[in-house]
Each structure stands twice: as structure tokens, then as C-alpha cells.
């Protein structure tokens, strides 16, 4: 689950940091529809 909850902060243009240090590269594309979808899903399943 912690992949489809940073593609969504990904789609949703919020930074993702390891451990509050490093920053991690984007998932998918800025406002990719696949990372609503697995944000919805992220939602769902936690």
C-alpha cells in the first residue's frame, strides 16, 4: 500500500520524503488520472 499512497501524493503534486530526509522522485505524472484511482484505493484498503 505505501506504492498507491505515493503515486496519489504524486498525482496530487506533494513532495514525498523517506524517513523526512530524502526526497523521492514523482510516481506518475502530475494529475495522472491512475493516481486518483490509487489514492481511492489507498483510502479504501487502510
Known amino acids: 500500500m505505501p506504492l498507491a499512497g505515493w503515486a496519489s501524493a504524486s498525482a496530487h503534486g ?4 523517506a524517513l ?3 526526497s523521492l522522485p514523482a510516481l506518475v505524472p502530475y494529475r495522472a488520472p491512475i ?3 490509487l489514492g ?3 483510502a479504501d484498503v487502510l
Do not use: L, N
Not at 506533494?14 to 520524503?17: E, F, H, I, K, L
Open 14 to 17: 506533494y513532495p514525498v520524503r
Open 20 to 22: 523526512g530526509i530524502v
Open 35 to 37: 493516481g486518483f484511482t
Open 40 to 42: 481511492m484505493i489507498h
